[in-house]
């Protein structure tokens, strides 16, 4: 079983940076990819980025390439998302995911484990 916590969501303007941060505990098996998703108002939740175990292996959606970078550190079980020159497209309700293998994987249904989801906000 594992238990992700999601926080670092806050309103900023256009052109911020933020850093969102993903907890996990009770983890008492081996190890396992991260994902983050966001879903935006009126819209399906979307795939944004994700890492493998070792952090060797990295994915991003093409709307956030360049802008956004997914890291870890196990010796800490926590999973980030640094998110720069933010845009009013990415304002979203964010989460993070687990998935008990140790390789990256976009689709949704590959992920066990949710978080409850942090609000991001950008104003123009």
């Known amino acids: 079983q594992v238990q992700l916590v999601v926080s670092g969501g806050k309103l900023v303007q256009a052109g911020d940076s933020l850093r969102l941060s993903c907890a996990a505990s009770?983890?008492?098996?081996?190890?396992?990819?991260m994902g983050w998703f966001r879903q935006a108002p009126g819209k399906e939740r979307e795939f944004v980025a994700a890492i493998s175990w070792t952090g060797g292996s990295t994915d991003y959606a093409d709307s956030v390439k360049g802008r956004f970078t997914i890291s870890r550190d196990n010796t800490k079980n926590m999973v980030y998302l640094q998110m720069n020159s933010l845009k009013p497209e990415d304002t979203a309700v964010y989460y993070c995911?687990?998935?008990?293998?140790?390789?990256?994987?976009?689709?949704?249904?590959?992920?066990?484990?949710w978080g409850q989801g942090t609000q991001v906000t950008v104003s123009s």
């Open positions: 995911a687990a998935r008990l293998d140790l390789v990256v994987r976009r689709a949704q249904d590959e992920y066990n484990y």
């Open positions: 009770g983890r008492t098996f081996g190890g396992y990819a």
